[in-house]
């Protein structure tokens, strides 16, 4: 849901207007055409995705249908998930102990 | 002297059950077995001095046949994989407490050799068409020797639950159980494990390892780890043991990795419930999934929450009665998403009775219910005909996967959720344990059913369940 995140796509605000949202796609896909500036990556929640034409066309497109964009409101703006803890780490266990012990395959 | 050589077999049946008496019972087992070899070989000295050198040699074959045949199965026919070796020379070793230990040395020694399919179908073919649990643990080996560690130890562990299982399958399934644990550092599980196992060699051993990892109080001391250590085979792979463990290493921590994730502003909730259900979906877990509806529940459950997005969406040009609709829908989309994390994490159902926590905790007990009927009327139809019988072990394994998959759905829900599905259980499984019980003279499995049946009859307080289950478990299990 929020690695599709069509604001988080666009790089725009939930605010933003129908008409900024416009604005912005048309101004990617031409950066993206030219390959100018660092344009080919935007960060979701789910950590750096790329950004593609076609991403950026059904970002918009998905913005542009007042039910989708309601929807998307919802969900927009997750910061992304809190690094997961590290492991308890437990005492270490007999390497190979059935083997070593005589069972199961040599 | 007779006497004293058949005093070994109540001898290692009484050290398997008493831990305290392990040690002092194996010295007097060693002692009885080095004072009848040492009087037979001097007797036998003493007959080739005074000229009677047949008498001594029927001495010596006599000395081999209750020394040797132990020791030729665990030396040669079991690390050379050969199964019918092992399967004779079982018989002659005063070790076996019944007819069961030739399949379960042979078993071994196929394991050890991969289990190649000509032996496992010359053992399986030799076991009594009543699954008990000898039948059990050679299927587990054999299924380790194939590979299949997960389903070996799911079947032993299964042991448990038998009725009677048999001296020789719980030793065996007891020390391959102890290896297993060891093996992947499970040293909590081995602690457990000893209300449940009988101690065996190497298990007594690897216990006190376990207590000495755990740091618990009441791990052996060096001597009598030394003592255990003494009385164990595999010694030298296992002489590391005798040192005090290191205390386990702390969590290390590199700072340079673990990136602080940002935190949402406080006062935004909805921004907080987003990241909860993105943290949610990204590392499920019951409690991150029971942290997401917390936090949704506080921007959904906000009275003022409907009003804004309708607002909201006149705003964005829905008419109203489009608007309402795609509002419910958004609500619905995060209820449907909440339950998922629910069932998949087996976290605790939320609690409250209004509100987004009710609404996922029905659409979650629903998912459950829904998943566990479907496996109830597939087990349910086969026993009544329409699916065949299965092999009698996979009939087994089928139970297993059933009873786990019973006991981790309702897990969640408690004694309420239970409530519910325990009726669909009672009928599908009722009606296996009448089959397996009267078509296929399975009474040890079926037994089992039962008595899992009637516990969980108990547990919510069904009466007629309780009164038909007791009533099924008290039925004396004819002998095979």
């Known amino acids: 849901m929020s690695d599709d995140d069509p604001f988080a796509v666009l790089g725009v605000a939930v605010t933003a207007t129908t008409r900024e949202i416009e604005r912005e796609a048309q101004k990617l ?24 034409p076609e991403a950026v066309r059904a970002a918009a497109a998905q913005l542009r249908d007042p039910r989708q964009r309601l929807l998307a409101e919802l969900m927009a ?11 308890p780490v437990a005492a270490p266990g007999w390497p190979d102990a059935l083997r070593r012990a005589g069972w199961g395959p040599r | ?3 004293l050589l058949r005093a070994r077999r109540p001898l290692w049946r009484a050290r398997g059950a008493d831990r305290r008496r392990f040690v002092p019972l194996t010295v007097i087992v060693g002692l009885i077995e080095g004072w009848f070899v040492g009087t037979m070989l001097s007797l036998t000295v003493a007959l080739l001095l005074i000229g009677a050198p047949i008498v001594a040699a029927v001495l010596v074959v006599m000395t081999a046949w209750l020394i040797m045949p132990h020791w030729l199965i665990e030396t040669l026919a079991i690390p050379r994989g050969w199964h019918r070796v092992a399967w004779h020379l079982a018989g002659f070793d005063p070790r076996s407490d019944g007819a069961t230990w030739p399949a379960l040395v042979a078993a071994r020694a196929a394991a050890r050799a991969g289990a190649p399919t000509a032996a496992a179908t010359w053992i399986t073919g030799r076991l009594p ?18 590979g299949d560690r997960v389903d070996a130890r799911r079947l032993l562990q299964s042991l448990a639950a038998l ?6 399958a719980e030793r065996v399934a007891s020390e391959w159980l102890a290896l297993d644990a060891a093996e992947r550092g499970a040293w909590r599980e081995l602690v457990d494990g000893i209300a449940t196992w009988p101690a065996t060699p190497l298990r007594y051993l690897l216990e006190a390892v376990a207590l000495d990892r755990l740091g618990l109080p009441r791990a052996p001391g060096a001597a009598r780890r030394w003592l255990r250590w003494l009385v164990a085979p595999a010694r030298l792979a296992t002489w590391r043991y005798l040192r005090t463990a290191a205390p386990p290493p702390s969590p290390a921590t590199d700072d340079a990795a673990v990136v602080e994730a940002p935190a949402p502003p406080a006062s935004d ?6 990241s909860a259900l993105v943290a949610a979906t990204a590392a499920p877990g019951p409690e991150r999934a029971a942290a997401a509806v917390a936090a949704w529940s506080v921007v959904l459950d906000d009275p003022a929450w409907r009003p804004a997005q309708l607002a909201r969406a006149a705003a964005l040009g829905l008419d109203p009665l489009l608007a309402d609709r795609t509002v419910t829908a958004a609500r619905d989309g995060v209820t449907a998403r909440l339950v998922e994390l629910i069932v998949l994490s087996h976290a605790p159902l939320p609690t409250g009775d209004v509100g987004l926590a009710a609404a996922v905790r029905t659409g979650a007990r629903r ?10 009327d597939r087990l349910h139809g086969r026993v009544a005909g329409t699916g065949g019988a299965l092999a009698m072990i996979d009939e087994w394994r089928e139970f297993l996967a059933i009873r786990d998959a019973y006991e981790a759905a309702v897990a969640p829900g408690g004694v309420e959720l239970e409530r519910v599905a325990f009726p669909h259980a009672d009928i599908a499984l009722g009606a296996w344990t009448v089959a397996l019980w009267n078509r296929r003279g399975q009474h040890l499995a079926s037994h089992a059913i039962t008595t899992w049946l009637f516990a969980r009859a108990r547990e919510v307080g069904d009466v007629a369940a309780v009164e038909l289950h007791g009533r099924n478990r008290a039925l004396t299990i004819p002998d095979a």
């Not at chain 1, 896909?29 to 593609?52: E, F, H, K, N």
């Not at chain 1, 703006?77 to 492991?87: D, E, F, L, S, V």
């Not at chain 2, 998912?367 to 109830?376: N, S």
Request: hydrophobic share 50%; glycine share 14%; proline share 13%.
């Open chain 1, 29 to 52: 896909l031409g950066m993206l055409a030219l390959g100018v500036g660092d344009v080919g990556t935007y960060l979701s929640a789910a950590g750096p995705r790329p950004r593609t």
């Open chain 2, 163 to 168: 009725p009677s299982p048999g001296v020789d």
């Open chain 2, 367 to 376: 998912r459950i219910l829904d998943g566990l009927e479907v496996a109830f």
């Open chain 1, 77 to 87: 703006g997750a910061a992304p998930p809190p690094p997961a803890p590290p492991a």
């Open chain 2, 269 to 274: 909730a909805r921004i907080a419930a987003a």
């Open chain 2, 129 to 146: 068409e009543r699954l008990d649990g000898a039948g059990i643990v050679v299927h587990a080996l054999l299924a380790h020797g194939a």
């Open chain 2, 1 to 3: 002297m007779s006497l």
